[in-house]
């Protein structure tokens, strides 16, 4: 995967762009960690059948002995992802925050969350991870889970809760979802023999209950306002200003609203409560932005080329609305700071 995050809230069918875990992969043919996974889509790993243990996009885990020299690119999951550091170190961050995981620790990011293993390069341990798809993509969405899981009604809601209303990332394990990994793990080596989806469908149950007490000892707050309509606004207009692929899409009022569930109105609402200015012309500030970074670090780009891969559709105008919020042109300007 580049380093270029696809725009994030895209249609769940077709659009919406997932990690195709190119370095594991390569790390893979290479000797470099020996790896069992199964997989949907782009993951790496083994292709389940549709009806095999479904809302499931990637489980799996690998192991590296000594030092490695691959990391993961900052990417985004088709789902709930969890991963359970058995074994060695790793550096992990997640959007703005870095932490250094140690074995025994477990990881939860969601869906709208950007993240990465390795600063740059992951170290040697053994990783587990499930990656779950609870048909959300924003964090305003109503969470399914998937017919399997078999906690009770009021269970899967307060794990739905504990989910959803902090955002920690990294947790102390407990013996029990160090055992569940295992033995999950354990049943992909023996994936192709008899009984082995049913033992599987029991360790993710176990998994999830022993998350749910681990989270219950841990969590001390909980913050409804993460899963607000105005958190979907913030984390749209986040997506903007740091991602360019996301910047560049032909965005108008309405795509943006729809993108984020809501009506125009509200979603006026929620950005300039958030940023002090209507969206339209928040999106223009990125990209000019973008512009000016890209006029910078690379010189022998056309001006024009510039702009259209910015998302403006006429130079001129990329030209008059460079000028108007840098004061000069952007020839002049990239004349200036490369001076």
Known sequence: MSASVAPIYRGRKSHFKIDSCAPQSAAVRGGKIQMQALSRGYYPGVLMHPDQ?????????????GAQDWGLEAHRNEGVEICFLETGAMDFSVETKNFKLHSGQFTITRPWQ???????????????WLILDVGVRRPNQ?????????LTAQDKAELTRKLRYNENVVWDSSPAVGSAFRGLGGALVNWNQAHVESQMITLLNQLLLSILVALTEQQTEQNPDLTSRRRTVELFLRDLTDNPASCSQPWTLQKMSDRCG????AFCKYCRELVNIGPIEYLNECRLEMAARQLKENARLPVTEIAFQNGFNSSQYFATAFRRRFRMT?????AAVLR
């Open 262 to 265: 809501m009506g125009i109105t």
């Open 330 to 334: 952007p020839r002049d300007y990239r």
């Open 114 to 128: 950007l993240h990465k293993l390795g600063a740059p390069n992951i170290g040697p341990g053994k990783l587990h």
């Open 53 to 65: 243990l479904p809302g499931i996009t990637s489980i799996g885990f690998w192991n590296g002995t």
């Open 142 to 150: 109503d969470w399914r889970w998937p017919r399997w899981v078999t």
